[in-house]
């Protein structure tokens, strides 16, 4: 309920509004999208604030359609007179113990700017993230509240749509202070009510008027089928012809009644000129490169998608050579000149059904749908490195840069829009290695060249002694009755500049590095000191999932260095599981054989993790001690599309033909668990439980008991 008398009017405005009952569309969602672009954020929202909720009216980077009121962020800048700002709520007294900091969404940075129509806050446009800052500029202010003014506007607009209805009811009795034209008429076309706004709308007095059908009013064929719509309440563009014989783009709104056995009808008329100019600028502005006219982000994003889910799409990523040097020598206007150049020669290499976008300052994206074929996106590619190899004429001179550009396909390649531009991506640097102005097809070897872009490896050692990595702990359940039976342990980086990364910003240079096994030792350690604390809790069959260190597995060495760890941390041999891979049991010696036998002696479980995503044979399964298989995430997501998944049947059928015990990672729904929970898998983890949590979160949650399973 309301908290206020004050509050009770802010309610009030927002339920006159209609908004709460009114739909999002392609603007508001492509709005907040360009908002979590430009600030680089993971979630961008559009709410609105009644009595208890906070409602999510569009949003990116969030999937939750509400959120309680009196724990939501946004209260309290409904209750501010600008925008609120709080760098770090893990470090801020009164938000550092709200449940949306220590759980879902892990908020650790907002930014809202309450949104007022007809002076009160219905609502706020905020940016979220789950890393801190440092700052928050005057000019990000500036650039957030120019955002939140768009936003506010555009709900204007959708408030006035939804409270039309409403509005006719009293058509009669408003007409004469309307600042709308209104007409009243009969079945024939006769004019019956002309207020003043209609007057001078027309230019014809209401004498007049009271002589025209209202069939003369409409300009263009089928003049009168605005007039006499089937539909009374819906909202009708059209043409209207003026006195003068001018004609003015008019919104009819239509209502029909009963008098004296008659039916009557009032029709509302609104000109549309200058909210369309207002709603074309929002589209361009949500949907479009204010430079180049192309397509921006977000819109490429949306196309993309619908293109993904039509059928094949070949996706090319063209970075310009050079361009930084036409900034630097001639300047930034010259250096926008070459961008719409360069923007217009890009479309006329491509079809009218082909998606050419600016994605970034010198990047740009070109989608072909229904394209599959690796020579048809290099003949495009080719014609796009020609075309920029000419000279660009700018400001009485002539500059020339170039263009690399990278192919990749769907779904041959890729099958998201984020791994797609990935690969993209990859094959674009693989152009530049090459020596630029060319193009090149992405390839799988591909992916390891990333290590060479090892943007953190000078950074490990500090990161080790300032104990910035932390373990983030996965639950492995019971499928039959939701029991928590173990943990998978997972790195994680507080990074002191960005945040907390995910391993895939740094894992693979890590593991190429000299502190790769450090940094393993100081897992297999903390991971082990964990489960220890928790075993009491948790009870004594529960199992710690460490990945194993393929340099200590191929020396050797993992045998007295898991040992010496356990009896460090007082952890039982039992109650640790190491995971291997197999591109550890592919490289494997006499060495690493005889390691996993010795660990496996001492009671230590081996897990085979992503099992049955490559070469790895039968033999493999005889000649090392494995005592669980890993049913990689990928076929646990083919379930969605396929009533039987044969790779995951073969699994459980070799596990049981083995005497292994089998988890499923990935489990996202309650139909992947029902259904492998039928095939006879005992054991899953995934988002549908959890996802990687702190030990605090996993202690909180977990150790009390386990999930509840449908």
């Not at 872009?453 to 910035?468: D, M, N, T």
Request: glycine share 8%.
């Amino acid at each position: 309920m309301p908290h206020s008398r004050k509050d009770k009017r802010r309610v009030a405005a927002l339920d006159r509004t209609g908004l709460l009952s009114a739909r999002s569309d392609e603007t508001f969602v492509s709005l907040v999208g360009v908002a979590a672009d430009a600030f680089g954020v993971a979630i961008a929202t559009l709410s609105l604030i009644d009595a208890d909720r906070q409602v999510y009216f569009e949003k990116v980077g969030i999937t939750v359609a509400s959120t309680e009121r009196g724990i939501s962020f946004c209260t309290r800048t409904i209750e501010s007179d600008g925008t609120v700002v709080i760098l770090d709520a893990a470090q801020d007294p009164l938000w550092r113990d709200n449940p949306m900091v220590i759980g879902p969404p892990y908020i650790r940075f907002y930014a809202g700017v309450p949104l007022r129509i007809d002076g009160q806050a219905i609502g706020t446009f905020c940016l979220i993230d789950t890393a801190p800052r440092a700052a928050f500029s005057d000019g990000e202010h500036l650039r957030l509240e120019r955002y939140a003014a768009i936003a506010r506007e555009m709900l204007e607009l959708r408030a006035q749509h939804a409270n039309r209805d409403s509005a006719r009811m009293r058509f009669r009795h408003m007409a004469e202070t309307s600042p709308d034209a209104m007409i009243v008429y009969d079945a024939e076309g006769g004019i019956l009510h002309w207020n003043g706004s209609a007057e001078r709308m027309f230019g014809h007095d209401a004498a007049t008027a009271a002589r025209l059908d209202v069939s003369d009013l409409t300009a263009g064929p089928g003049a009168r089928a605005p007039w006499f719509d089937d539909a009374p309440g819906a909202i009708r563009e059209t043409e209207i012809r003026l006195r003068d014989g001018a004609t003015r783009a008019v919104e009819v709104s239509l209502s029909r009644w009963r008098e004296g056995g008659e039916t009557i009808y009032g029709a509302i008329l609104r000109d549309t000129s200058q909210r369309r100019e207002r709603e074309e600028a929002l589209h361009a502005l949500a949907h479009r490169d204010a430079l180049t006219g192309l397509a921006n982000r977000p819109l490429m994003r949306l196309r993309l998608e619908a293109m993904l889910a039509a059928g094949p799409v070949a996706v090319l990523l063209i970075d310009l050579d050079g361009f930084k040097d036409v900034n630097d020598t001639v300047g930034h206007a010259a250096g926008d000149e070459v961008l719409k150049e360069a923007a217009a020669r890009l479309l006329a290499c491509v079809r009218g059904s082909d998606v050419v976008a600016r994605i970034g300052g010198d990047e740009f994206v070109i989608a072909l749908p229904g394209c599959g074929d690796p020579a048809v996106g290099g003949e495009v590619a080719a014609r796009i490195v020609a075309a920029m190899e000419e000279p660009f004429p700018v400001q009485e001179r002539r500059v020339r840069i170039g263009a690399s550009v990278g192919i990749a396909l769907a779904p041959s390649q890729a099958e998201s829009i984020d791994d797609l531009l990935f690969c993209a991506d990859l094959a674009v640097y693989k152009a530049k290695a090459d020596g630029r102005h060319r193009h090149r097809l992405y390839t799988p070897s591909l992916r390891a060249a990333v290590s060479d872009r090892q943007r953190f490896v000078h950074e490990f050692h500090r990161a080790l002694e300032q104990e910035e990595f932390v373990l983030h702990y996965q639950p492995q359940i019971r499928l039959r009755d939701g029991a928590l039976v173990g943990a998978e342990a997972l790195i994680r980086w507080r990074h002191p500049e960005h945040g907390l990364l995910q391993p895939g910003a740094f894992l693979p240079a890590l593991l190429s590095s000299r502190h790769a096994v450090a940094v393993n030792d100081w897992v297999l350690r903390k991971a082990c000191s964990q489960a220890a604390s928790w075993l009491p809790a948790a009870g004594p069959h529960f199992r710690m999932g460490v990945n194993a260190c393929a340099t200590r597995l191929h020396s050797g060495e993992i045998d007295a260095v898991a040992m010496a760890i356990l009896a460090e941390t007082g952890l039982n041999p039992e109650n640790l599981e190491l995971e291997i891979t197999e591109t550890v049991v592919l490289a494997h010696g006499s060495a690493t054989t005889a390691a996993l036998h010795a660990l496996r002696e001492r009671g230590i479980g081996i897990a085979f993790d992503d099992f049955g995503t490559g070469y790895a044979s039968l033999s493999m399964l005889e000649e090392f001690p494995i005592t669980r298989l890993k049913i990689d995430r990928s076929f646990v997501r083919k379930m969605n599309d396929a009533p039987d998944v044969p790779v995951i049947r073969a699994i459980l059928q070799l596990a049981k033909g083995f005497g292994l015990d089998v988890v499923a990672e990935g489990i996202e729904t309650e139909d992947q668990l029902r259904r492998l929970r039928r095939k006879g898998c005992a054991e899953g983890q995934g988002y549908f439980f959890s996802p990687p949590v702190d030990p605090e979160t996993f202690a909180a949650r977990f150790l009390s008991g386990g999930v509840t399973v449908p």
